[in-house]
């Protein structure tokens, strides 16, 4: 199993741009999330998935965009990209809700908005 | 929405002694607490948890504690190591996954 995989590990992008990162696991989780990690603030949640066709918002929705249209993957969108965007940003799968359940991330996506 | 803070920030131990890392929380229907380790470069991985109706958990060199009553919990390393040397970071499960700011362990030789 390659576990939970993204795509790209590094992008820059200038204000205004838009983006898809790429998020996809192979170990049929229903449940899958995205997270930002910011210097001192450890991760925030941005938006989340119970299943495909399913999904909410987190703590920081604002800017970015998600689609489930199958249970293996979960692309984040950015579509202005803003300098406040710019963070390291992990996608994470678990078999259910979250709660009781192992939450695997991935290796991450370094995202630098100029 | 729920709170968490975690202490200390950064914790420098020598090898062979214990690091205790602290985590308080605010929603008392929070039931669930894992603890993550972060390599460098890497995504957080779970190396322990603790659901609400239990007190203590251990898993060879680490442990963990809950209070819930005064809404903390701790994480304990003993027998540090350098290969423990990471960022650990708590997380409190209420309705989602609430994360604390993280403390960089190092374990000198």
């Known amino acids: 199993n390659a576990g939970v995989t993204q795509t790209p590990k590094f992008q820059v992008l200038k204000t205004g741009q838009s983006m898809t990162l790429q998020c996809a696991q192979d170990m049929n989780h229903e449940y899958m999330s995205w997270y930002r990690q910011d210097p001192g603030m450890g991760l925030r949640l941005i938006h989340y998935?119970?299943?495909?066709?399913?999904?909410d918002q987190g703590e920081v929705p604002n800017g970015y965009n998600v689609s489930r249209s199958t249970t293996e993957d979960f692309p984040l969108r950015l579509l202005s990209a803003a300098p406040s965007q710019t963070s390291v940003y992990f996608c994470?799968?678990?078999?259910?809700?979250?709660?009781?359940?192992?939450?695997?991330f991935g290796p991450g996506t370094r995202l630098t908005v100029l | 929405g729920e709170n968490v803070e975690q202490h200390p920030s950064t914790l420098s131990v020598q090898e062979g002694d214990s690091a205790v890392i602290k985590c308080t929380y605010s929603d008392s229907a929070s039931n669930y607490f894992p603890w993550y380790k972060q390599e460098l470069g890497k995504g957080p991985q779970l190396i322990i948890d603790i659901r609400s109706n239990v007190g203590e958990k251990k898993d060879q060199r680490i442990a963990v504690t809950l209070n819930k009553t005064a809404k903390h919990f701790s994480l304990h390393i003993t027998e540090t190591q350098p290969e423990d040397s990471a960022v650990y970071f708590c997380a409190v499960y209420g309705q989602n996954f609430v994360f604390g700011p993280g403390t960089r362990l190092s374990a000198l030789p």
């Open positions: 998935s119970v299943g495909a066709g399913i999904t």
């Open positions: 994470a799968s678990s078999y259910s809700t979250g709660r009781y359940n192992e939450q695997f």
